[in-house]
């Protein structure tokens, strides 16, 4: 046993703080409590903010090359535990531990990225009467929730633009997934300066204590819309800045022209990846009627091949669902599907223990059905015929949601094409699940509000200040 087994505590203003109770964390892969990690209270909740406020009057002035320099670091020290954190994800979260591994190390890489952005100084006249320049400055102190389904990946791009900005922060990670979360705020204890990075963890209360405290400039939020409309309602009352990263119901296109031995890996990765919990896989599949029948007949093939179990065994390619709580809703999508007597395909048998359901994909519901309709994820896909592609556009955009997007297709022109009628933020083009941190990434309509990643994301950390000089 290590110390990534054992003894998770909080870090607040550099120090290690314990519970005075405790939440459990299971294992999904059995449904069995296996660590506990602390439930924050009130009193602790107010320590983080106000060691985040102490240490925001010091980091603020901090010149940004040594804020980067500490961002990188930071990243260093990711890469360097990456296969003991590997290991601890994937017995929280479910992911097999290669693709766990990939997270850690990705999230390392965006840290590196972020590091090497400075924000931008406008200089709109220089002049013999005057000089007016815009500069960025520094909100305060940043409430920052993650969420269960790239718990890594997701806090890190909340904490490298906003500590690089010279924010400091609080970051609370999922309930469900708090245990990595908790030992990188250990392990960055020797690259921050006390208070500029607090982790604190605790259950469904903690949020809410959070997003409503008077101590945050901001609150960078990803989750469910549902509880986005919260969080947002809640930072109305005092102003608060807020960037929220929604859920999403993506459409993917598929043209007749597409080579279907050369994309059904592809489409079925960018739908089933990670189990299907990601806000931007495909979650209803247009595919065009001439090749309707051949892609499905691919893609189940492929469903009954993949491996679904223990993310910790050999040959694992799909975990499970990461809590009880969304394999209850992804059940009961089944459940209504089958009731209404729709077609289910589904992949290989599953494990009887633990949160595991079957690869499954839905011949054809009408566009009425929940599973269309609803954002399902969990590794059960609609797959729908078109013949009209102004139709199929149509039905792609009919959806509150508006996150990503895809069309694939051998005639690259027409797809561009496609793709630029899509309402989303995202749209690939013959690729999917390809997220930079130098390309925004922005919700539309109901899948967000603010940006997160390239230059508008760091910018979200910060609020102009133009200063005028008079010459004369």
């Known amino acids: 046993m290590t110390a990534f087994d054992r003894d998770y505590v909080m870090t607040i203003g550099g120090k290690s703080v314990s519970g005075d109770a405790t939440i459990e964390v299971a294992n999904p892969a059995t449904g069995e409590a296996f660590a506990a990690a602390p439930d924050c209270t009130r009193a602790q909740l107010d320590d983080a903010v106000a060691a985040a406020r102490a240490a925001f009057k010091t980091w603020r002035n901090t010149p940004i090359a040594d804020r980067q320099a500490a961002?990188?670091?930071?990243?260093?020290?990711?890469?360097?535990?990456?296969?003991?954190?590997?290991?601890?994800?994937?017995?929280?979260?479910?992911?097999?531990?290669?693709?766990?591994?990939?997270?850690?190390?990705?999230?390392?890489q965006w840290l590196q990225a972020v590091a090497a952005m400075s924000p931008p100084v406008h200089v709109s006249e220089d002049s013999g009467a005057q000089y007016i320049e815009t500069?960025?400055?520094?909100?305060?102190?940043?409430?920052?929730?993650?969420?269960?389904?790239?718990p890594v990946t997701l806090a890190m791009w909340k904490v490298a633009p906003a500590l690089v900005a010279g924010n400091t922060m609080v970051l609370k990670p999922s309930p469900f997934t708090p245990l990595c979360t908790l030992k990188i705020g250990e392990l960055f204890r020797d690259?921050?300066?006390?208070?500029?990075?607090?982790?604190?963890?605790?259950?469904?209360?903690?949020?809410?204590?959070?997003?409503?405290?008077?101590?945050?400039?901001?609150?960078?939020?990803?989750?469910?819309?549902?509880?986005?409309?919260r969080v947002m309602e809640s930072a109305a009352k005092d102003l608060k800045r807020v960037t929220l990263e929604l859920g999403g119901n993506d459409a993917a296109i598929v043209m007749p022209d597409v080579d279907l031995d050369d994309v059904a890996q592809k489409i079925f990765f960018g739908a089933f990846f990670n189990t299907a919990q990601i806000c931007v896989a495909t979650k209803r599949l247009y595919v065009h009627e001439?090749?309707?029948?051949?892609?499905?007949?691919?893609?189940?093939?492929?469903?009954?091949?993949?491996?679904?179990?223990?993310?910790?065994?050999?040959?694992?390619?799909?975990?499970?669902?990461?809590?009880?709580?969304?394999?209850?809703?992804?059940?009961?999508?089944?459940?209504?599907?089958?009731?209404?007597?729709?077609?289910?395909?589904?992949?290989?048998?599953?494990?009887?223990?633990?949160?595991?359901?079957?690869?499954?994909?839905?011949?054809?519901?009408?566009?009425?059905?929940?599973?269309?309709?609803?954002?399902?994820?969990?590794?059960?896909?609609?797959?729908?015929?078109?013949?009209?592609?102004?139709?199929?556009?149509?039905?792609?955009?009919?959806?509150?949601?508006g996150l990503a997007g895809a069309v694939w297709s051998k005639d690259v022109n027409q797809a561009i094409e496609i793709a630029r009628r899509i309402e989303t933020g995202t749209v690939w083009v013959n690729q999917n699940l390809n997220l930079r941190p130098d390309t925004p990434f922005a919700g539309h309509k109901q899948s967000g509000f603010g940006v997160e990643?390239?230059?508008?994301?760091?910018?979200?950390?910060?609020?102009?200040?133009?200063?005028?000089?008079?010459?004369?």
């Open 71 to 108: 961002v990188r670091k930071a990243a260093d020290v990711l890469i360097a535990n990456a296969d003991d954190l590997a290991r601890l994800f994937t017995r929280e979260q479910g992911r097999p531990v290669d693709a766990a591994k990939q997270e850690i190390l990705g999230a390392a």
């Open 135 to 150: 500069r960025y400055v520094p909100l305060g102190v940043v409430c920052a929730i993650a969420p269960w389904n790239f």
């Open 191 to 229: 690259v921050f300066p006390p208070g500029v990075l607090n982790i604190i963890s605790g259950g469904d209360d903690l949020g809410p204590w959070m997003t409503a405290h008077p101590g945050f400039a901001k609150i960078s939020f990803t989750g469910s819309t549902a509880t986005g409309k």
């Open 290 to 401: 001439d090749v309707y029948d051949a892609l499905r007949d691919r893609l189940a093939a492929i469903a009954r091949s993949v491996k679904v179990g223990d993310g910790a065994e050999q040959g694992t390619v799909l975990g499970p669902v990461q809590n009880k709580r969304q394999f209850d809703r992804v059940m009961a999508l089944m459940e209504d599907a089958r009731k209404n007597n729709l077609t289910l395909l589904h992949g290989a048998d599953v494990p009887e223990a633990g949160y595991f359901v079957p690869v499954t994909i839905v011949d054809n519901p009408p566009e009425s059905a929940r599973v269309v309709q609803e954002e399902a994820f969990g590794p059960i896909l609609p797959m729908l015929k078109f013949k009209d592609v102004d139709d199929v556009i149509d039905r792609a955009n009919a959806s509150d949601y």
């Open 453 to 472: 990643n390239g230059m508008e994301g760091l910018l979200e950390y910060m609020a102009p200040q133009a200063i005028y000089v008079a010459r004369t």
